[in-house]
């Protein structure tokens, strides 16, 4: 192994155990350079997840085993500021990160199952779940639900295909993934 991958698995290792050691990281976690992670109560993360550069998770969040982010990815809270606090302008509503918020948003949590791509400056509201297998086109934002499987685009995200061109391909693909990675 090269000197340079040693020290990018060491300092994966370091952010997985250390600096994110209150949230729950399998192996194989990589992350790029200027990545901050916060949860207010959850963060799961499975096996081999890339998240690149410049990416943030700034809401609870289950995801699964095997996905992919691209740089400049962002999974937002959709309450993150009491913004109907009557009488309180929005910059000094109180907000997710104060221990003592009581609005919206508190319960809500993302899930992210196995084998997703999320491409590049794709932005995610907190409350959606992206089903397996799914992919993410660059610059989208998800306001909603993902079908497995499927490719979406847009804002807001709209599917705009199948990850597959016929269903022999997607049951082939489900089996040789169970095969290797279950």
């Not at 600096?19 to 729950?24: C, D, E, F, L, V």
């Not at 350079?33 to 997840?49: H, L």
């Not at 899930?111 to 610059?139: K, L, R």
């Not at 199948?162 to 040789?176: I, T």
Request: charged content about 25%; glycine content about 8%; aromatic content about 10%.
């Amino acid at each position: 192994m090269s000197a340079v991958r040693l020290l990018k698995k060491l300092r994966n290792e370091f952010l997985r155990r250390v600096i994110y050691r209150r949230y729950k990281i399998g192996p194989g976690f990589h992350s790029g350079t200027r990545v901050r992670i916060w949860a207010r109560q959850k963060v799961e993360i499975g096996k081999n997840f890339y998240i690149g550069r410049d990416s943030f998770i700034e809401s609870d969040v289950i995801i699964g085993d095997n996905v992919i982010w691209a740089n400049r990815v962002a999974l937002v809270g959709r309450y993150d500021h009491h913004y109907q606090q009557i009488g309180v302008p929005i910059r000094l509503a109180s907000q997710i990160r104060d221990p003592d918020y009581n609005w919206l948003g508190l319960n809500s949590i993302t899930i992210i199952e196995d084998d997703v791509w999320v491409g590049y400056g794709s932005t995610i509201m907190s409350g959606v779940t992206i089903h397996q297998g799914s992919i993410i086109a660059a610059g989208s934002v998800v306001t909603k639900d993902v079908e497995p499987f499927s490719i979406y685009a847009g804002v807001p995200a709209k599917k705009i295909g199948n990850r597959f061109n016929s269903a022999e391909d997607l049951e082939l693909h489900k089996k040789e993934y169970e095969a290797r990675y279950k």
